[in-house]
């Protein structure tokens, strides 16, 4: 697998599109004014704690108050417990015996705002480096198990060695399953300095202070984007590369000679068609290959996508039509996951299969295409009504949601009244407020296409309306107002 990282820098908008063999697989877009917050430190205050919810406001000096719930309220294993028994008893205590309102806490982001939820926190800090994550409240030496089983107790003594007995825990990521002892070393010397400066800015700052701002998107690129399969970056501002050249110097230096600065005539995403693939992103239809298509509806809770045949017939038998369609959606399906970072539960609805064989194989496709996700997702099997349930870990907004906002006239719904819906509403309002008030004359402002409908088709019972109420009944055209927009004017 070939892997290209692009990125189109501005002062306003950074845009970085990851593209697997030639194909763009993931998008990620960072605004000057609206950056992320996870990984954020804070010292917040607690602002009001609700036994009924088990959950805490905490007042981090957003625009709205934070989330904190008990399970995130992190109390450090006595001795002899485990990590996850620790948890589950912090968990048990009510959390209006831990935290009290006016109390200063230091947390971090673990999810930025959504929609009308403000930003979900934890008291449990952890920081993430090049190869470790340090958990400076614990002490557990970890390893990730992405890493194989056979490997990890050698590389969790080794580790241990590392980092002595100066406290705090380490978890080692994926990426520094092959770093050198002073690789390793300099990652433990960085985050712990880091922690430092947050300790001392703790004790320093009032409440509601940033205590610690989490990386950039071009920081996090090369820290978490950057694999080993990654062929080149390329960045189409020399000051930026600059930057990002004097960041790998420091942390990776094996990461500074894939980065190229991008000297080009054409803008960078025009090399793959990048800004078309984001304008099909944003669409509810997805075509396939085959001639098939996915729907792809999203909503506050939860994702769906529908597998259709469209215009594609096959060759053989029908069996085998809707096992290639479907096997092309479970692949189309794990891109468009990444592509619009779509989180929370997805509902993936195939064409119902009738071979057990067939379900199997299409399972087989869709998590081998998910295990290259950077972010956590778990897939279940088909259930009884032929649906795949899956969750996928929502950090940040989605691709949607960053770049669009409801439609002002049908308010999100994707729909609108028609025009002889609206008119008749009109008729009805007319007939309510001559109930209520005695005007001279009622004047309809409304949309053209309901003018005309009032003017034309519905004008004898607009004649009659009027004759009932014994009040005449004008019309004014107003191009500027929706379809489903009106105004009665009482004269």
């Not at 825990?169 to 947050?198: C, H, M, P, S």
């Not at 700052?205 to 950057?226: G, N």
């Not at 064409?351 to 064989?357: A, G, N």
């Amino acid at each position: 697998m070939q892997e290209d990282i692009l990125i189109n820098w501005s002062p306003q908008e950074t845009r970085v599109a990851v593209v697997e063999n030639g194909v763009l697989q993931e998008l990620h877009v960072e605004r000057a004014l609206e950056r992320g917050l996870v990984g954020n430190v804070y010292l917040g205050k607690v602002a009001r704690v609700l036994p009924g919810m088990q959950s805490a406001f905490i007042d981090i000096g957003l625009e709205r108050a934070a989330f904190l719930h008990v399970a995130d309220v992190w109390h450090p294993p006595a001795e002899g417990e485990t990590i996850a028994t620790a948890r589950h008893l912090s968990s048990q205590t009510p959390i209006e015996k831990q935290v009290f309102e006016g109390q200063s806490l230091m947390v971090q982001v673990i999810k930025d705002p959504i929609g009308t939820k403000g930003a979900r926190l934890s008291t449990q800090i952890s920081m993430a480096g090049r190869m470790l994550v340090f958990l400076p409240q614990d002490d557990h030496i970890g390893v990730s198990q992405k890493i194989p089983q056979a490997r990890r107790d050698e590389l969790r003594t080794h580790l241990q060695t590392l980092v002595g007995d100066a406290g705090g825990g380490f978890i080692l990521r994926t990426n520094g399953e092959d770093a050198t002892a002073q690789e390793l070393a300099d990652d433990v010397a960085y985050l712990r300095k880091a922690w430092q400066r947050i300790r001392d800015a703790a004790s320093t700052l009032p409440p509601k202070s940033l205590l610690h701002q989490d990386l950039s998107l071009l920081q996090r690129v090369l820290r978490d984007l950057c694999t080993e399969h990654t062929q080149f970056i390329k960045v189409d501002s020399q000051e930026q590369c600059a930057v990002m050249l004097a960041f790998c110097q420091t942390f990776m230096p094996a990461t500074a000679q894939k980065l190229q600065h991008y000297k080009g005539e054409r803008p960078i995403f025009d090399l793959f068609a990048i800004d078309e693939e984001i304008a099909k992103a944003l669409g509810r239809r997805v075509e396939l290959k085959s001639g098939g298509y996915l729907i792809v509806d999203q909503t506050e809770a939860l994702t769906t996508f529908d597998v259709n045949t469209g215009g594609f017939v096959g060759a053989r038998n029908f069996d085998d039509t809707i096992f290639k369609t479907n096997l092309e959606a479970a692949q189309a399906i794990a891109r468009q996951l990444r592509l619009r970072n779509l989180g929370g539960i997805i509902i993936v609805d195939f064409i119902d299969m009738t071979p057990p064989e067939h379900q199997e194989a299409v399972l087989t496709e869709l998590r081998k295409q998910l295990a290259r996700d950077h972010v956590k997702t778990m897939c279940g099997s088909f259930s009884q009504l032929g649906l795949v349930e899956m969750t996928r870990k929502r950090t940040r907004e989605s691709l949607a949601h960053m770049l669009c906002e409801p439609c002002p006239l049908c308010q999100g719904k994707g729909m609108v009244k028609t025009p002889r819906s609206v008119a008749y509403d009109i008729l009805r309002e007319i007939l309510r407020e001559a109930r209520q008030f005695n005007p001279k004359e009622f004047r309809v402002v409304a949309s053209p296409k309901v003018i005309e409908l009032l003017l034309d088709e519905e004008s004898q019972h607009l004649a009659g309306l009027s004759e009932f109420i014994g009040k005449p009944v004008s019309l004014q055209s107003e191009s500027a107002m929706g379809q489903e927009q009106y105004d009665i004017v009482l004269l």
